[in-house]
């Protein structure tokens, strides 16, 4: 069965703050190819009336929103700037806190959504999940109730599943999709350093979510995910973790790919490539003081949240700590580590030192970070760099640069865009210990930059699977086994696969360079979009049974 219209709730509609953007923001594409203005996105108004990424129109459904502000509802109707632009709809939820408390005791009583201990960004989620479900009530009641036989409701993570349990129970026409991208108990987990993986037979969620004070998020998460029409999730690991922390199989995989819109084409991707090498080596040239061949020198990096061990970092660092330490390294490595941190504003030494556009043969003041951090004596990042020795002083074969802030345009260092970096490395590792799909490798090698990552991530192993084995540099994508326990032994791994891809003449690295884009080819929305599709038709035959023998 295939819907008529289509809402999807996210808190990142419109609102670039996490990997769930672009998964929903390079999908929006190929839905709208198929269902045009019949799917509707609903995110958060902030009440920024100058956020690029929404196009308001004030003449769009028009009708729908003079009804709507009857009811109560302030919402704002434009396009989403993305490719496709998909009909969006951002909902004022700050009206709906003086009545949380009434909220959530009708969700206990119908659901038994526990928020007792709710506490952070428990509330503003909520309040906004609740508006969203009002949105769908509104809209399907204003112009879908008498046309639109077949509706979905696809709500993202736990931030949206009090919409999905109102829509369930005053819309129960319309079929719901609960999405959890990680649940919240094994994120946890993970990142308070507890053994997840050999471990997770023997972990029960509800005493876990009380262990790490996380009652209230676990409790919307699961009781949404056993109340829908269809649950699931995006990669085989994430489905084991549910089934085990959330008491519930998933009904479908719905794996995330990826939309080349932001790849430049053939006739562009060798300047913008030779532009981004220029850029990441000035600014290295700038930090050390050293001169860098661009011929002579391996560019690498990783980059994602700054998440200390479930993103890897710290097995990254360890790894160029043995690289610097190698007699066999055939060419010199400077290596980024691109994660957001408590940045204070772009270094006025750096940007003197850039603007002046002069070599220099002295390193500026700590050498290895381009901005100025609040926390730079706490920063985990700068301290082991520090410890470790590797602050890019003297002949050393690696030199080591932290780049804590959002690669938006704007930085005040480097003023161009991630992507537009990207396209310059030779070389990418996310060596993930908890990483539901891994959304930064898979943009790597569509980038034709080969990568490195681990089989904790679903994209790596995905990647197993596409190659039928443990994959290799050379096909593209090198996937390292690992454990809750075998840090040492992926850092070794990581420093001998640099030094085997520094070994490598131009044809070797070429080879590589297409088996990655290759790779990223298979993963392309336009051959992934089919499991939404296996998920809208169990959806909608559920809720088909439900209102039939009701």
Known sequence: MKPDFIFEASWEVCNKVGGIYTVLSTRAKTLVQEFGDNLIFIGPDFGNDDNPLFLEDKEMLSAWVKKAKTEGLNVRVGRWNIPGR??????????????????????????????????????????????????????????????????IFQAHEWMTGLGALFVRKHVPQVATIFTTHATSIGRSIAGNNKPLYDYLYAYNGRQMAGELNMEAKHSIERQTAHNVDCFTTVSDVTARECQQLLDLKCDEVLMNGFEPDFVPVAGKFA???????????????????????????????????????????????????????????????????????????????????????????????????????????????????????????????????????????????????????????????????????????LESVAFKVPTVTTDLSGFGVW????????????????????????????????????????????????????????????????????????????????????????
Request: charge should be negative.
């Open 86 to 151: 998909p009909v969006s709809v951002l909902v004022d939820f700050r009206p709906y806190f003086p009545i949380k408390n009434d909220l959530y005791g009708a969700a206990w009583a119908d659901y038994g959504v526990d928020s007792l201990h709710a506490y952070g960004d428990y509330d503003e989620a909520s309040m906004f999940s609740y508006a969203s479900g009002r949105v769908v009530e509104s809209y399907y009641n204003f112009a879908l109730s008498k046309k639109a036989e077949k509706v």
């Open 271 to 441: 300047s913008a490539r030779k532009q981004a090498r220029k850029r990441l080596l000035q600014v290295a040239a700038a930090l050390t003081g050293k001169k860098y061949d661009d011929k002579e020198t391996l560019l690498v990096a990783t980059s994602g949240r700054y998440e200390w061990k479930n993103k890897g970092i710290d097995v990254f660092i360890n790894s160029l700590y043995r690289l610097s330490r190698s007699e066999d390294l055939k060419q010199k490595v400077v290596a980024f580590i691109e994660v957001p941190g408590w940045v204070a504003g772009p270094r006025e030494d750096l940007q003197e030192r850039l603007t002046q556009n002069t070599e220099s043969a002295m390193p500026l003041t700590s050498p290895v970070v381009t901005h100025h951090l609040h926390n730079e004596d706490t920063d985990s990042v700068l301290g082991t760099l520090r410890f470790l020795g590797l602050e890019n002083r003297g002949d050393s074969m690696i030199d080591v640069i932290l780049v804590p802030c959002y690669l938006d345009g704007e930085d005040g260092v480097f003023n161009m865009h991630y992507y537009d970096l990207l396209v310059g490395l030779d070389l990418s590792v996310y060596p993930s210990y908890y990483e539901p799909w891994g959304y930064t490798p």
């Open 463 to 550: 990647v197993n699977l596409l190659k039928g084995g443990q994959s290799s540099i050379h096909e593209g994508v090198e996937v390292i086994h690992r454990t809750d326990y075998n840090q040492d032994e992926v850092a070794e791994q990581i420093s001998q696969t640099i030094r085997e891809f520094a070994a490598m003449n131009a044809t070797a690295r070429n080879k590589a360079r297409k088996a990655a884009a290759q790779v990223a080819e298979k993963a392309e929305w336009k051959h992934f979009i089919s499991y939404y599709y296996k998920a809208y038709d169990i959806a909608l035959r559920k809720a088909e049974d439900r209102l039939t023998y009701k």
